[in-house]
């Protein structure tokens, strides 16, 4: 930071530079926030009147099953994801410091690629994937004589939560890998040298160097992974809508429906919130639980 | 002799796995891509085969028939005119916080960038009811305000942290010679920070393009969706015509495919530069 520069500016410049984004930042993010807080402490349906009713809304919301049940599958979708993205993001990150390995660019731009896709067309290309008698996943069941696993992938109570977590897993698998790449790339070369010289092959490269040295990143991708995966609305809106029922229902899809679907404002405002809670919590007892330093 | 041989081919099986990888990565988008070109007939006929000879009247039905161009019009100026206002925006902000000292200076910078760890989403219902009261509810410009905002926090970061890096004597001796702020912030160190900016321009064309609940919740007008809500509805038309579905993803993808393979290594940069700092 440049402490004491001979740089001057008038105050009416700087308020110029700075207030309109101030102003049009604290519009859209802070009062909505604010806002947020006080509409879940009342009994708005849309309509002309809304009544205080204090804590009443999130007394309803610990009791509310179908709350608790999306709370459950988005901690499956968290579970899985963090399992699968992080175990095969290290695996690639492992592979691709070797030096057997071509086209490097060429992997890395591939892999990637889905994270810059819209969330509704993931949605919309798995949901295809998935169709009973044209998509992808069944003929390739099929083809490979697995037919008594061909069903309807998202129509199935019992298996849909997982069929929704995979798309999540493919699209941002690329993320937590180039993150490892770059952490990687912070780790000095003479580590490698030395321990390549003491005939450290590939993988114990990989678990007694690479691993410890890149832990604390690995801990916080998946702190980020955690909040991004507690929030995850539009994939699901797109591919089940939460449905069958409410078997595929997370949060965030429920905050939707209470609030635009069935126009309770205010319940909705208060599952929202208490989506926030959730998941800030989880995100502090992981920090606290990994020791993270960050 | 036979070392070398058996290292040339754990190689070659290492790479043809990997290979196998990479493609399966992409296979789903190849294949709606390829798809797109055959006939629905030739489609429910057998839907994992190449396409025996290429015919683009999906491209056409969805396009023209199907009013994607709709879509597309409001998606490239709602993009357009937000990516325009975040790089003056937060360029400005940016280049105050990063060479003047005054007081809530520390506090300005922290406002803006914990608006990289609020949920977005969670903002949805009471900006619709904001919007609503203070009559911004489903107009032309609806859109921007939001896209605006929830952009700013990112490129705030990244270009505080470039302009830091750039010496402030170039500043101080533009400022000994008379020279205004604002000619120092567009003729000097603007024209240094071209690739950070053009980093902020790919990340926020990418985010704009691609949002969906905001553009879900706070438009009703045909006209004046983006292209993710109307594929939505489009997918509510054609729920049964596969192949011009598929086409009119391909559509959707297409222009972020291309900035994706033109500036990727940009998009890499900037998304661990600030998934690592929130």
Redesign the interface.
Known sequence: ??????????KS??LW??V???A??T???I???I??FY?SLTDWTGGPTKAFIGFDNYRFLMKDSLFWESFHNNLIILLFTIVFQMSLAFILTS?FM?K????KE????????????????VG???Q??Y?Q????VN?VLKSVGLDSYIMPWLDDPKVVIYAVTLPLI?QF?G?PM??FM?AVQGISKDIYETCELDGCTGIKKAIYITFPLIYD?IK??IM?SI?SNM?V??HI??LTGGGPGTSSMVL?QY??KT??TSMQ?GY??AV??G??IL?FGLVLVFKWLAEVKK | MPVRMF?RA??FV??TI??VF??S?????V??AYSSLKTKDD??LN??SLPTHLQFNNYYKAFVEGEMYKYFISSTLNTLVTVVCVVF??F??A??L?????RGRNL?YT??IA?M???V??????????FKIFGLYDKFYTLI??Y???R?SLP?FLLESFI?TVP?EL??AA??DGAS??YTMTKIVLPICKPIISTVIILTF?DT?????FS??LVTKSFLKT???G??NF?GQYTSD?TT??AA?VL??LP??L???IF?KN??QG??AG??K?
């Open positions: 930071m440049n402490h004491g520069n001979s740089l001057r500016i008038k410049t700087l530079l700075l309109p984004s101030i049009i930042y519009f859209v993010m009062i909505p926030l806002l947020s509409y592979l070797s057997a390995m071509r086209l060429f992997h890395r731009t591939v892999i990637f690629f889905p994270v810059v896709l819209s969330a509704v067309v919309f290309i798995w295809m994937m169709s008698d044209y998509g992808i003929t493919w698998l993320i180039i993150i770059s990143t916080v991708v980020l909040s929030l609305f539009s809106y797109v965030a905050a939707y609030s635009f404002l909705g405002s929202t919130i989506m926030f998941s | 290292r754990g190689g290492f790479n990997m290979a990479s493609l990565c992409i296979f789903p988008i294949w709606i489609f429910m839907s994992i925006l937060s400005c902000v280049y105050v990063s060479r003047f000292r005054f300005i406002f803006f608006g760890l609020i949920p989403y969670g903002l949805i219902v009471p900006l619709f009811l904001q305000l939001p605006i905002a929830i700013l705030i830091k402030v500043d101080e400022y000994m702020t604002s990418l393009w691609n949002e969906f609940p879900l919740v292209l993710p809500v594929l939505t997918y596969y579905l598929m993803m959707s993808i972020v495919m900035v994706y393979f990727n998009i890499i998304m661990t998934a690592v929130g």
